[in-house]
């Protein structure tokens, strides 16, 4: 009994076995029905179907690999841009449950690789030497991630020395419009001979006693006086018509999603900024001076309607040492080419304030902004974020951040602290501040 129990069992084991066999076998052989769009494997030379189609199925379906390949002209590859074959293109099902594995952030709010439209005869402009090269390429990714690589602007680097192999090779590789090497003149970044260079050695003593920023620097004298009254004579700047400077180390917090030099030109501006200031007095104790020399001297180069009340609390008889941060311009050339500027830089110049004080760039273009240009033709960029060390312009309200995908504090905005000359600029020109703008003062 014992052993045929036994012999049952396998018996039941072996047909168990076999159905499971015959099973798998006629279920292999049944057809499947086929899903639009999946047709393809990594092995398989099948093309998969096209996404827009008439079928009745709701699943998720893989686009085409051609519609994923950009353009120049911002449009896509594949059929993806509304027609097919020439004709209007059948409107995909509309589904009823969101797709898998997507965020807020779709390609419906991306915008194109690059833009459409034409394009400014524009120009970045850099002054760096060649050991700063670690600290441009930061500055360099950060505008062309947040602006330029929509937009391929050309570059122009300028040095008083020949620029090596390294930094040309990795500011080529990172910048997508083309880049421009120069050198400069050596009268553009020496001592002229009117200057007293004892009684200016002299001067960078006494400042560096005082402990004076850049007091003793002979170097940042002549970059000031360079980027005061040179850098636009340039011959490599001459081709073109509008400028950004662009300096090491700083950051863009937010995306561009416009042509700024297209902006300037249509709105009639003609220089900008993003951060204003009080400059340190003991740079500039007799700029004033030289500036009311230039005045009474050249009055038919003073606008009308100009921004003296953002320079004088007194009508012009004491300046109040506001200036724009030059650090970040978005300027045009044809204004620094002009004679009004010529003649006020010349008559700076001779003066001797670059190198017997420490005249800075910053209220030399400031000064010659708010006297020679209408106050309208002057624009303030709330919705460029940037940083150069120590401070910050983040755009004041919190929509505009989130729009542009902002990522500065709000905390750490400049633009309404005592010591910044923007809230001056609002009123000269009787504009209302940024909702919001009473949480980001001291």
Same mark, same amino acid.
């Given at each position: 009994?014992?052993?045929?129990?036994?012999?049952?069992?396998?018996?039941?084991?072996?047909?168990?076995?076999?159905?499971?066999?015959?099973?798998?076998?006629?279920?292999?052989?049944?057809?499947?029905?086929?899903?639009?769009?999946?047709?393809?494997?990594?092995?398989?030379?099948?093309?998969?179907?096209?996404?827009?189609?008439?079928?009745?199925?709701?699943?998720?379906?893989?686009?085409?690999?051609?519609?994923?390949?950009?353009?120049?002209?911002?449009?896509?590859?594949?059929?993806?841009?509304?027609?097919?074959?020439?004709?209007?293109?059948?409107?995909?099902?509309?589904?009823?449950?969101?797709?898998?594995?997507?965020?807020?952030?779709?390609?419906?709010?991306?915008?194109?690789?690059?833009?459409?439209g034409e394009r400014m005869?524009?120009?970045?402009?850099?002054?760096?030497?060649?050991? !700063?090269?670690?600290?441009?390429? /930061?500055?360099?990714?950060?505008? +062309? &991630?947040?602006?330029? %690589?929509?937009?391929? *602007?050309?570059?122009?680097?300028?040095?008083?020395?020949?620029?090596?192999?390294?930094?040309?090779?990795?500011?080529?590789?990172?910048?997508?419009?083309?880049?421009?090497?120069?050198?400069?003149?050596?009268?553009?970044?020496?001592?002229? !001979?009117?200057?007293?260079?004892? /009684?200016?050695?002299?001067?960078? +003593? &006494?400042?560096?006693? %005082?402990?004076?920023? *850049?007091?003793?620097?002979?170097?940042?004298?002549?970059?000031?006086?360079?980027?005061?009254?040179?850098?636009?004579?340039?011959?490599?700047?001459?081709?073109?018509?509008?400028?950004?400077?662009?300096?090491?180390?700083?950051?863009?917090?937010?995306?561009?999603?416009?042509?700024?030099?297209?902006?300037?030109?249509?709105?009639?501006?003609?220089?900008?900024?993003?951060?204003?200031?009080?400059?340190?007095?003991?740079?500039?104790?007799?700029?004033?001076?030289?500036?009311?020399?230039?005045?009474?001297?050249h009055p038919e180069h003073?606008?009308?309607?100009?921004?003296?009340?953002?320079?004088?609390?007194?009508?012009?008889?004491?300046?109040?040492?506001?200036?724009?941060?030059?650090?970040?311009?978005?300027?045009?050339?044809?204004?620094?080419?002009?004679?009004?500027?010529?003649?006020?830089?010349?008559?700076?110049?001779?003066?001797?304030?670059?190198?017997?004080?420490?005249?800075?760039?910053?209220?030399?273009?400031?000064?010659?902004?708010?006297?020679?240009?209408?106050?309208?033709?002057?624009?303030?960029?709330?919705?460029?974020?940037?940083?150069?060390?120590?401070?910050?312009?983040?755009?004041?309200?919190?929509?505009?951040?989130?729009?542009?995908?902002?990522?500065?504090?709000?905390?750490?905005?400049?633009?309404?602290?005592?010591?910044?000359?923007?809230?001056?600029?609002?009123?000269?020109?009787?504009?209302?501040?940024?909702?919001?703008?009473?949480?980001?003062?001291?």
């Amino acid at each position: 009994m014992p052993s045929g129990s036994a012999r049952y069992i396998r018996y039941i084991l072996f047909a168990f076995f076999g159905l499971t066999v015959l099973y798998f076998i006629t279920s292999s052989s049944i057809p499947k029905p086929q899903i639009p769009g999946t047709d393809f494997s990594w092995n398989s030379p099948t093309k998969p179907q096209d996404p827009i189609s008439d079928s009745p199925s709701e699943g998720l379906v893989a686009p085409p690999a051609a519609s994923l390949v950009a353009n120049p002209d911002g449009k896509t590859d594949g059929k993806t841009d509304g027609k097919t074959d020439g004709k209007p293109a059948e409107k995909p099902a509309e589904k009823n449950t969101p797709d898998v594995g997507t965020t807020p952030n779709t390609s419906a709010g991306l915008l194109p690789p690059v833009a459409n439209g034409e394009r400014m005869n524009a120009t970045f402009v850099t002054l760096a030497r060649n050991t !700063d090269i670690w600290e441009i390429a /930061k500055s360099i990714r950060q505008i +062309e &991630d947040r602006f330029n %690589r929509r937009y391929n *602007y050309d570059w122009v680097f300028l040095n008083d020395k020949p620029f090596d192999s390294t930094f040309k090779k990795v500011t080529t590789s990172l910048i997508s419009g083309k880049t421009h090497y120069g050198a400069i003149s050596p009268e553009h970044w020496s001592f002229p !001979d009117f200057i007293d260079q004892d /009684k200016a050695r002299k001067v960078r +003593e &006494d400042m560096a006693q %005082r402990k004076i920023i *850049y007091g003793d620097s002979i170097s940042y004298r002549h970059m000031c006086r360079f980027e005061s009254g040179f850098f636009f004579r340039h011959p490599l700047l001459n081709q073109f018509e509008w400028y950004w400077r662009v300096e090491p180390s700083i950051e863009l917090y937010c995306d561009i999603e416009y042509d700024t030099f297209k902006y300037m030109r249509d709105h009639g501006k003609k220089y900008s900024f993003v951060l204003s200031l009080y400059e340190y007095v003991e740079t500039i104790p007799t700029l004033w001076d030289s500036v009311k020399g230039f005045m009474k001297n050249h009055p038919e180069h003073i606008a009308e309607g100009n921004s003296m009340s953002f320079l004088s609390d007194d009508g012009g008889n004491s300046y109040n040492h506001c200036h724009f941060w030059s650090n970040f311009e978005i300027g045009n050339l044809d204004w620094l080419r002009s004679q009004a500027y010529l003649d006020y830089f010349e008559t700076l110049d001779k003066d001797g304030g670059f190198f017997y004080e420490r005249w800075g760039d910053a209220p030399v273009h400031s000064i010659a902004a708010a006297l020679l240009l209408k106050k309208e033709e002057i624009h303030f960029f709330n919705d460029i974020a940037y940083y150069h060390v120590p401070f910050t312009h983040c755009p004041t309200g919190e929509q505009t951040r989130l729009d542009l995908k902002c990522h500065c504090n709000p905390k750490e905005n400049f633009d309404w602290k005592g010591y910044s000359c923007t809230t001056r600029f609002f009123e000269m020109n009787g504009m209302d501040k940024p909702m919001g703008y009473e949480n980001e003062q001291d």
